[in-house]
């Protein structure tokens, strides 16, 4: 293909539909149409232009803004199938997914499952779709954005008849003596609606708001923006998401910071809504729902630890602030947010036994044993010991084989075997102890631990996030955002005034909201000789174009 | 000294609610003057501009929205936090922002049939948000915080002005389609009115029974083998799983539901479908014709192509408001909140559809073939999209939105 030379003196590029200088129709087909695609100004879009190689079938293919639809809609159809069932990172985290979805849900629940739509938006068929959207956006930009630009600044004041003869609003009469002086009010007009006006031999264009025209490219490169940032969350050390339980008084090295940062939990906090103390306006509210929580936080401090020390030795900590973490108020330090996020109240800490004699409920001592550091033996003097020999945090029954078994390390349901030794019995006896629940399972003892009483303590969830990619998140949806608003809030529109042969012609073209230039040109023309241009749409509403 | 701020604030909440009903009233007035603005302009020059009535139907108007954000600050000052924290809160602003997107428009393109619809569909949000229980409720911890209202209000306001292209859809095709024709699009553009409807229907049967003060109590067994109670406020056609009427000398249910289904929900779901099918029928009968037919008077000086634009430059306004208040604050606020500025909770996900789908309205829009009257029924789509978001993800599909409910 070869570039083309228009009469007017101009070199369009090959492909060109109308002139980029004068607007006249290049091609056959242009010529024999009653009004022209204004869309993008007949330029030369290399996917209208070539269609040879392998690229170009590939390029032709993104570059079409009806494929970009069906991307879109195949898109959000898919999305909305994700939200017919909870996603997997909803439901509790101590099931299998396999299990939870066919006992909760049924067939559907097992369908669900196998059909992977329970972890749909990071399937590589949805993840696929959302990088189609990516290609389609930059193709589709690039193709029209460079011809569009071109277009835009070589044209000229004066256009080819045939070209304003095409536009939608169009008129044409015969000059009068009073036309000179009305092309001057006009001018004069137009300028106080700011418009920028260009003169060329008694012709003139006014045009405004073409930087509109940019907005949807502005707004393409920041969702571009944005998914590449969605992207670089992938990349090692961008991006961390650790859990974080700590009781009260706990102290604990924060995970993912290379072992660089430790948090001290002082104390958590936990608050419902008082209907005395609050507003009394949730009175009615509260009576209907309950317990409201209110707030709940951690007092914390943070330390760092110096690269030199050992891992586990809190001694040489370097303490850096002290701070509340609260909902909504996450405590940020290098980079890193640990956020408040659950709680647990009420913890068993420690349980307290007293041993004693059944025969005459005499208590010769009383035994507490911390759930979280249990001792091998308690001396209770006298001859008087307890042995645990075994300790259980989370029992939940026995094996078959006669063994306790726990769930878990938190101290849930602690149950204990205990070994009493005592002056009676210097090898002791055996007792299995748990809440409400005492065996004696190498026959009766004489000697019993009875429960008398139990400590609880506070512990609270954080979340330790890092994300390295937030700011180039918040590049791309600001630029997106401009240029949403560029695009939507501002029209170009432009208007040619031209004198030929004797005859006064004018034109107008706008992006959007036709409506709103006819006015304009209404007021613009007003007690003229200047006729106001007609909508040749009006005539001929069978003049659909079709997607490409 | 605190016993009297109480009552202050139990005043202010009483003027509030007050003033929300003195708004309702006045959209309802409102209404009726834009039809008498319609029925004046016949015979009237094109460029005379608008006659009395519609003067004072947009005053009006103007003092119904005033009265109603009057409502908002008295609410948001007793309640020590935007009014726009619950069921009830959410679906009045969203209708109040409704008409304020109308007001705006009216002033660009000056439609008194514009004015109908929206006012109507304003006033449909209104009562649908009153079913609600309009208690100010306590905030839990997570929506404590100014993006609140930046989030909350900034969504809501850029889904009303996309629904006024809804409210301009449904003005297209009245007048565009032969409502006494058959046919598929005569057959849904009726579809649509008779949904209308059934809103209505379910206002009424809610309002009828709960004037009667109507309970009944079930024991049932939910899906994991626990015993529950569900408090019936509608005679049970359909009992919960294995129900048991426990209050004396209410209606028994012939079947109960499986565990997996809410039966309650589905109770008020068959009461809406009997009461708005019975009003539809009713009114059809009365006017021996179809009630788009019936509309239709309304619609007849309407300009096609001017209300074309009216849709298309609703969506134009309120696809970058709903895009920063629905996606961008909403994860700015997440991220601060909930840790992840995007969790797919399904109230993310529909918003991501709502973006998505107003997305390609606007690249359709490139081409002429969707102009008119399948932009129109696009309209429809997103605005069902809208409804379904603020109903059925608040109420049916459970996440971290559903507190809302």
Same mark, same amino acid.
């Given at each position: 293909m070869k570039e083309v030379k228009c009469e007017c003196g101009h070199v369009n590029p090959p492909g060109t539909i109308l002139c980029e200088a004068c607007g006249l129709a290049l091609t056959e087909e242009a010529q024999k149409e009653t009004l022209h695609d204004m869309r993008y100004e007949g330029s030369a879009r290399r996917s209208q232009t070539y269609n040879k190689s392998i690229i170009d079938k590939i390029w032709n293919f993104?570059? +079409?803004?009806? =494929?970009?639809?069906?991307?879109?809609? $195949?898109?959000?159809?898919?999305?909305?199938?994700?939200? @017919?069932?909870? /996603?997997?990172?909803?439901?509790?985290?101590?099931?299998?997914?396999?299990?939870?979805?066919?006992?909760?849900?049924?067939?559907?629940?097992?369908?669900?499952?196998?059909?992977?739509?329970?972890?749909?938006?990071?399937?590589?068929?949805?993840?696929?779709?959302?990088? +189609?959207?990516? =290609?389609?956006?930059?193709?589709?930009? $690039?193709?029209?954005?460079?011809?569009?630009?071109?277009? @835009?600044?070589? /044209?000229?004041?004066?256009?080819?008849?045939?070209?304003?003869?095409?536009?939608?609003?169009?008129?044409?009469?015969?000059?009068?003596?009073?036309?000179?002086?009305?092309?001057?009010?006009?001018?004069?007009?137009?300028?106080?609606?700011?418009?920028?006006?260009?003169?060329?031999?008694?012709?003139?264009?006014?045009?405004?708001?073409?930087?509109?025209?940019?907005?949807?490219?502005?707004?393409?490169?920041?969702?571009i923006i944005f998914l590449i940032g969605g992207m670089l969350r992938f990349v090692p050390g961008m991006y961390v998401d650790e859990e974080l339980w700590l009781r009260d008084g706990e102290i604990k090295t924060i995970p993912g910071t290379n072992k660089q940062y430790v948090l001290e939990n002082k104390k958590f906090t936990m608050e419902l809504y008082d209907k005395e103390k609050d507003k009394q306006v949730y009175g009615a509210a509260l009576d209907r729902v309950g317990n409201v929580v209110k707030s709940f936080n951690s007092d914390v401090v943070l330390y760092e630890r110096s690269p030199d020390t050992t891992i586990g030795d809190n001694d040489n900590l370097t303490k850096i602030k002290e701070a509340v973490i609260r909902v909504n108020e996450p405590l940020k330090f290098d980079n890193y947010a640990v956020y408040q996020i659950d709680y647990k109240l009420d913890e068993f800490k420690t349980m307290t036994f007293n041993f004693l004699k059944k025969a005459n409920e005499e208590i010769k001592g009383e035994v507490t044993i911390d759930l979280f550091d249990p001792q091998e033996e308690y001396d209770l003097g006298k001859g008087y010991k307890v042995e645990l020999l075994g300790y259980y945090p989370d029992f939940s029954g026995f094996a078959e084989n006669g063994e306790p078994q726990t769930d878990s390390q938190t101290p849930n349901n602690p149950a204990f075997l205990f070994n009493m030794i005592s002056p009676e019995h210097p090898d002791g006896e055996k007792s299995f102890t748990a809440i409400r629940q005492t065996?004696?399972?190498?026959?009766?003892?004489?000697?019993?631990?009875?429960?008398?009483?139990?400590?609880?303590?506070?512990?609270?969830?954080?979340?330790?996030?890092?994300?390295?990619?937030?700011?180039?998140?918040?590049?791309?949806?600001?630029?997106?955002?401009?240029?949403?608003?560029?695009?939507?809030?501002?029209?170009?529109?432009?208007?040619?005034?031209?004198?030929?042969?004797?005859?006064?012609?004018?034109?107008?073209?706008t992006n959007?909201?036709?409506?709103?230039?006819?006015?304009?040109?209404?007021?613009?023309?007003?007690?003229?000789?200047?006729?106001?241009?007609?909508?040749?749409?009006?005539?001929?509403?069978?003049n659909n174009e079709k997607i490409e | 000294m605190a016993k009297k701020v109480g009552k202050q604030m139990k005043d202010l909440v009483q003027l509030s609610g007050n003033l929300l009903e003195t708004a309702f009233i006045l959209y309802l007035v409102a209404t009726l003057f834009f039809g008498g603005g319609i029925r004046e302009n016949r015979g009237r020059d094109k460029?005379?501009?608008?006659?009395?009535?519609?003067?004072?139907?947009?005053?009006?108007?103007?003092?119904?929205?005033?009265?109603?954000?009057?409502?908002?600050?008295?609410?948001?000052?007793?309640?020590?936090?935007?009014?726009?924290?619950?069921?009830?809160?959410?679906?009045?602003?969203?209708?109040?922002?409704?008409?304020?997107?109308?007001i705006i428009i009216y002033f660009m393109y000056k439609l008194n049939t514009l004015g109908i619809f929206a006012l109507v569909v304003s006033m449909l949000?209104?009562?649908?948000?009153?079913?609600?229980?309009?208690?100010?409720?306590?905030?839990?911890?997570?929506?404590?915080?100014?993006?609140?209202?930046?989030?909350?209000?900034?969504?809501?306001?850029?889904?009303?002005?996309?629904?006024?292209?809804?409210?301009?859809?449904?003005?297209?095709?009245?007048?565009?389609?032969?409502?006494?024709?058959?046919?598929?699009?005569?057959?849904?553009?009726?579809?649509?009115?008779?949904?209308?409807?059934?809103?209505?229907?379910?206002?009424?049967?809610?309002?009828?029974?709960?004037?009667?003060?109507?309970?009944?109590?079930?024991?049932?067994?939910?899906?994991?083998?626990?015993?529950?109670?569900?408090?019936?406020?509608?005679?049970?056609?359909?009992?919960?799983?294995?129900?048991?009427?426990?209050?004396?000398?209410?209606?028994?249910?012939?079947?109960?539901?499986?565990?997996?289904i809410d039966a309650k929900r589905l109770n008020s779901v068959i009461w809406t479908l009997i009461t708005g099918t019975i009003l539809y029928w009713v009114i059809r009968l009365i006017f021996r014709k179809r009630i788009s037919t019936l509309l239709k008077p309304l619609v007849k000086k309407v300009n096609l192509d001017l209300i074309d634009e009216v849709g298309y430059r609703s969506v134009l306004i309120g696809f970058p408001v709903f895009a920063l208040g629905g996606l961008i604050f909403a994860m700015i606020w997440?991220?601060?909140?909930?840790?992840?500025?995007?969790?797919?909770?399904?109230?993310?996900?529909?918003?991501?559809?709502?973006?998505?789908?107003?997305?390609?309205?606007?690249?359709?829009r490139l081409s002429r073939g969707w102009h008119g009257e399948k932009s129109a029924w696009l309209a429809v789509i997103g605005f069902a999209i809208i409804m379904f978001n603020l109903i059925a993800v608040n109420l049916v599909l459970a996440g971290l939105h559903s507190y809302a409910a």
């Amino acid at each position: 293909m070869k570039e083309v030379k228009c009469e007017c003196g101009h070199v369009n590029p090959p492909g060109t539909i109308l002139c980029e200088a004068c607007g006249l129709a290049l091609t056959e087909e242009a010529q024999k149409e009653t009004l022209h695609d204004m869309r993008y100004e007949g330029s030369a879009r290399r996917s209208q232009t070539y269609n040879k190689s392998i690229i170009d079938k590939i390029w032709n293919f993104f570059s +079409s803004v009806k =494929v970009g639809i069906w991307l879109i809609v $195949i898109t959000l159809t898919a999305s909305s199938l994700g939200t @017919l069932l909870p /996603q997997v990172m909803y439901i509790p985290r101590n099931v299998d997914p396999a299990t939870y979805y066919s006992d909760q849900y049924g067939i559907f629940g097992t369908l669900y499952y196998i059909l992977g739509f329970h972890d749909l938006y990071s399937s590589w068929w949805y993840l696929l779709l959302i990088a +189609s959207i990516g =290609v389609s956006l930059v193709i589709c930009s $690039i193709d029209r954005f460079v011809p569009l630009y071109r277009a @835009l600044k070589n /044209q000229r004041v004066s256009r080819h008849e045939g070209f304003l003869k095409r536009q939608r609003l169009y008129k044409r009469v015969e000059a009068t003596s009073q036309t000179n002086q009305d092309f001057e009010l006009v001018k004069q007009r137009l300028k106080e609606k700011r418009y920028n006006i260009r003169e060329d031999d008694g012709n003139l264009l006014a045009e405004k708001g073409r930087f509109s025209r940019w907005g949807p490219y502005v707004n393409h490169i920041g969702l571009i923006i944005f998914l590449i940032g969605g992207m670089l969350r992938f990349v090692p050390g961008m991006y961390v998401d650790e859990e974080l339980w700590l009781r009260d008084g706990e102290i604990k090295t924060i995970p993912g910071t290379n072992k660089q940062y430790v948090l001290e939990n002082k104390k958590f906090t936990m608050e419902l809504y008082d209907k005395e103390k609050d507003k009394q306006v949730y009175g009615a509210a509260l009576d209907r729902v309950g317990n409201v929580v209110k707030s709940f936080n951690s007092d914390v401090v943070l330390y760092e630890r110096s690269p030199d020390t050992t891992i586990g030795d809190n001694d040489n900590l370097t303490k850096i602030k002290e701070a509340v973490i609260r909902v909504n108020e996450p405590l940020k330090f290098d980079n890193y947010a640990v956020y408040q996020i659950d709680y647990k109240l009420d913890e068993f800490k420690t349980m307290t036994f007293n041993f004693l004699k059944k025969a005459n409920e005499e208590i010769k001592g009383e035994v507490t044993i911390d759930l979280f550091d249990p001792q091998e033996e308690y001396d209770l003097g006298k001859g008087y010991k307890v042995e645990l020999l075994g300790y259980y945090p989370d029992f939940s029954g026995f094996a078959e084989n006669g063994e306790p078994q726990t769930d878990s390390q938190t101290p849930n349901n602690p149950a204990f075997l205990f070994n009493m030794i005592s002056p009676e019995h210097p090898d002791g006896e055996k007792s299995f102890t748990a809440i409400r629940q005492t065996l004696e399972p190498l026959g009766e003892t004489e000697y019993k631990m009875t429960f008398k009483g139990i400590t609880t303590q506070n512990a609270t969830a954080l979340i330790v996030r890092k994300d390295l990619t937030l700011w180039i998140l918040g590049i791309g949806g600001a630029i997106f955002m401009l240029g949403v608003i560029q695009g939507s809030y501002w029209n170009h529109r432009r208007i040619w005034l031209q004198r030929i042969k004797g005859d006064v012609l004018i034109a107008a073209h706008t992006n959007k909201n036709w409506y709103g230039l006819k006015r304009e040109i209404e007021m613009l023309l007003k007690n003229t000789t200047i006729p106001e241009p007609e909508d040749q749409n009006d005539k001929k509403s069978d003049n659909n174009e079709k997607i490409e | 000294m605190a016993k009297k701020v109480g009552k202050q604030m139990k005043d202010l909440v009483q003027l509030s609610g007050n003033l929300l009903e003195t708004a309702f009233i006045l959209y309802l007035v409102a209404t009726l003057f834009f039809g008498g603005g319609i029925r004046e302009n016949r015979g009237r020059d094109k460029n005379a501009g608008p006659n009395r009535w519609s003067k004072i139907a947009i005053f009006i108007t103007i003092l119904g929205f005033l009265s109603q954000v009057g409502y908002f600050i008295l609410r948001w000052i007793a309640g020590g936090h935007a009014p726009v924290s619950n069921m009830f809160e959410f679906t009045t602003f969203f209708g109040m922002m409704l008409v304020g997107a109308f007001i705006i428009i009216y002033f660009m393109y000056k439609l008194n049939t514009l004015g109908i619809f929206a006012l109507v569909v304003s006033m449909l949000l209104i009562a649908y948000a009153s079913m609600f229980p309009s208690d100010i409720s306590p905030l839990i911890p997570s929506l404590n915080s100014h993006w609140l209202y930046i989030h909350v209000t900034t969504a809501a306001i850029g889904q009303a002005i996309l629904s006024l292209s809804f409210v301009a859809g449904v003005i297209y095709l009245l007048k565009s389609i032969d409502t006494e024709a058959k046919g598929k699009r005569s057959f849904w553009l009726e579809a649509i009115m008779y949904t209308l409807i059934l809103a209505v229907g379910f206002m009424f049967v809610t309002t009828a029974f709960s004037v009667a003060d109507y309970k009944a109590d079930f024991n049932w067994i939910d899906k994991d083998g626990k015993e529950r109670v569900a408090s019936y406020a509608m005679p049970a056609l359909v009992g919960p799983h294995e129900g048991e009427l426990i209050t004396q000398n209410k209606l028994n249910p012939k079947i109960n539901m499986p565990a997996i289904i809410d039966a309650k929900r589905l109770n008020s779901v068959i009461w809406t479908l009997i009461t708005g099918t019975i009003l539809y029928w009713v009114i059809r009968l009365i006017f021996r014709k179809r009630i788009s037919t019936l509309l239709k008077p309304l619609v007849k000086k309407v300009n096609l192509d001017l209300i074309d634009e009216v849709g298309y430059r609703s969506v134009l306004i309120g696809f970058p408001v709903f895009a920063l208040g629905g996606l961008i604050f909403a994860m700015i606020w997440a991220q601060i909140a909930w840790t992840r500025f995007w969790g797919w909770d399904p109230k993310e996900v529909w918003a991501l559809i709502t973006f998505l789908f107003y997305a390609a309205f606007l690249h359709l829009r490139l081409s002429r073939g969707w102009h008119g009257e399948k932009s129109a029924w696009l309209a429809v789509i997103g605005f069902a999209i809208i409804m379904f978001n603020l109903i059925a993800v608040n109420l049916v599909l459970a996440g971290l939105h559903s507190y809302a409910a």
